[in-house]
């Protein structure tokens, strides 16, 4: 039986992944700051709204208004606000208290807008208040694996975005189990050679899905993230 997939809407990716993301999977998009981790899930939100399928992106960081200035810059505003008064896109801002509280916004908010893209800006800060050494390792995963089976039973295809710290760039999420929870994971990472820096993609995990595990360049322009040509 035929795997569903779900576009991207990031050019050069969606064959890199045999089509695009496995429906209803939930995909941690993984990065340190500034590497583009927002801009990936708002093009990815936009190429859905565009096929007719409603989103849902709730931040725990920002306003709507900052979340529109900053997709202004690719000329994005106009088309988020039109979905957004269409009742076909939601942009939330939460304040993060905790899982439990998150899943039930997160399920209320995407049976509103019949959401079938979803994106949670960001994990990191959902999980901010916990502490390992005054909450079991056992329980917050439990939480986590909650929140995202939830997310199964919605049917929507997720991302959720983790802040890979400055000072470790070989970890991908803040407790080191998310990433084996999720069905797929995109790492965007920055490299250094010679004094110049440049964007790489990798895919480092993607259930159902065969695909390479090289790291691929990547640029941010006026229309958005695009994958680039090797060599």
């Not at 039930?104 to 959902?126: G, M, P």
């Not at 999980?127 to 995963?141: A, C």
């Not at 390479?212 to 040509?229: D, R």
Request: charged content about 25%; some cysteine.
């Amino acid at each position: 039986m035929p795997v569903e997939r779900t576009e991207s809407g990031i050019p050069g990716l969606d064959k890199l992944i045999e089509g695009g993301f496995v429906k209803n999977s939930v995909n941690l998009v993984a990065g340190q700051t500034g590497t583009g981790k927002t801009l990936f899930c708002m093009q990815y939100l936009l190429n859905g709204l565009k096929k007719g399928e409603n989103g849902l992106y709730i931040t725990l960081e920002q306003k709507e208004d900052e979340i529109l200035q900053d997709v202004g810059r690719f000329g994005w505003d106009v088309e988020f606000q039109k979905y957004i008064k269409a009742g076909k896109l939601a942009l939330v801002p939460l304040e993060p208290t905790g899982m439990r509280e998150l899943t039930t916004a997160t399920v209320n908010y995407a049976k509103k807008v019949n959401a079938k893209r979803f994106v949670l800006d960001s994990l990191s800060i959902a999980t901010m208040g916990w502490k390992t050494g005054e909450m079991d390792l056992t329980k917050i995963r439990a939480e986590v694996f909650s929140y995202m089976k939830s997310l199964k039973n919605l049917g929507v295809t997720s991302f959720l975005i983790t802040e890979i710290p400055e000072t470790d760039d070989k970890a991908l999420s803040r407790f080191g189990f998310e990433e084996f929870l999720a069905d797929g994971v995109v790492v965007l990472s920055f490299l250094n050679v010679g004094g110049e820096v440049f964007s790489n993609l990798r895919v480092r995990k993607m259930r159902r899905t065969s695909h390479k595990k090289e790291q691929y360049p990547y640029e941010i322009t006026n229309n958005g993230l695009k994958l680039l040509s090797k060599g």
